[in-house]
């Protein structure tokens, strides 16, 4: 059962990489490989788009740069249901579009526009970045055994402004809610970095690779 992580070059994966492949060790989850070859992709059982920087630059990397494996991502998740897992950038690529320098579609799996973190406190600075505590707000395989407290580690300026409260799974206090977790049908993601966020993180990244949707 192999997850592919794919890499846009959009940041260092090294540190997702090692943390898949430890908790793939730990539960037997099989193979772990970067990759962003589209056959990876389409034989992939499990896929991960992890993304740091601006949304325009990631979703030109992956829906204009890479149109063919933009197409098997598509194929994988939309028709066959693979499990996706987006992570920071990765995340809200998952969205209708982003603003962040100008307005750039996304892939459109969840109803959501990618806006700045407003937090009407001149104390919290903006970018967002470190730990904070997560606020779960609905039940989702992916969360079992993570609940309200646990400790995640952010680095971004922008999140993900929902529509559908219901695609949702969790937010941060950071001078207003800050949407941290969505999900909508078998794609997840994650504004925080999993592979970052010690317990927690390895937790959600071992329910994600034992998940049957």
């Given at each position: 059962?192999?997850?592919v992580l794919i890499d846009i070059d959009s940041g260092n994966l090294h540190s997702a990489e090692k943390a898949f492949q430890r908790m793939a060790a730990e539960t037997g989850a099989?193979?772990?490989?970067?990759?962003?070859?589209?056959?990876?992709?389409?034989?992939?059982?499990?896929?991960?788009?992890?993304?740091?920087?601006?949304?325009?630059?990631?979703?030109?990397?992956?829906?204009?740069?890479?149109?063919?494996?933009?197409?098997?991502?598509?194929?994988?998740?939309?028709?066959?249901?693979?499990?996706?897992?987006?992570?920071?950038?990765?995340?809200?690529?998952?969205?209708?579009?982003?603003?962040?320098?100008?307005?750039?579609?996304?892939?459109?799996?969840?109803?959501?526009?990618?806006?700045?973190?407003?937090?009407?406190?001149?104390?919290?600075?903006?970018?967002?970045?470190?730990?904070?505590?997560?606020?779960?707000?609905?039940?989702?395989?992916?969360?079992?055994?993570?609940?309200?407290?646990?400790?995640?580690?952010?680095?971004?300026?922008?999140?993900?402004?929902?529509?559908?409260?219901?695609?949702?799974?969790?937010?941060?206090?950071?001078?207003?809610?800050?949407?941290?977790?969505?999900?909508?049908?078998?794609?997840?993601?994650?504004?925080?970095?999993?592979?970052?966020?010690?317990?927690?993180?390895?937790?959600?990244?071992?329910?994600?690779?034992?998940?049957?949707?």
């Amino acid at each position: 059962m192999t997850t592919v992580l794919i890499d846009i070059d959009s940041g260092n994966l090294h540190s997702a990489e090692k943390a898949f492949q430890r908790m793939a060790a730990e539960t037997g989850a099989g193979p772990v490989l970067v990759s962003a070859a589209p056959e990876d992709v389409a034989r992939a059982e499990r896929i991960v788009l992890p993304g740091d920087g601006a949304f325009p630059a990631c979703a030109r990397a992956l829906m204009q740069d890479r149109p063919a494996l933009h197409e098997a991502l598509r194929e994988a998740v939309e028709t066959r249901g693979r499990p996706f897992l987006g992570i920071c950038v990765g995340m809200q690529l998952m969205a209708r579009r982003g603003l962040e320098h100008r307005p750039t579609p996304g892939l459109g799996w969840i109803d959501a526009e990618v806006v700045p973190i407003e937090p009407g406190d001149d104390r919290l600075k903006v970018p967002h970045m470190g730990w904070n505590d997560l606020v779960v707000e609905r039940a989702h395989p992916v969360l079992d055994g993570i609940a309200t407290g646990d400790h995640a580690y952010f680095v971004h300026s922008y999140h993900m402004r929902c529509s559908d409260p219901a695609q949702r799974l969790a937010s941060c206090d950071y001078g207003e809610a800050v949407t941290a977790i969505v999900a909508e049908g078998t794609a997840v993601g994650t504004q925080f970095h999993p592979e970052k966020s010690q317990s927690a993180g390895l937790r959600l990244i071992a329910n994600f690779l034992g998940w049957r949707p």
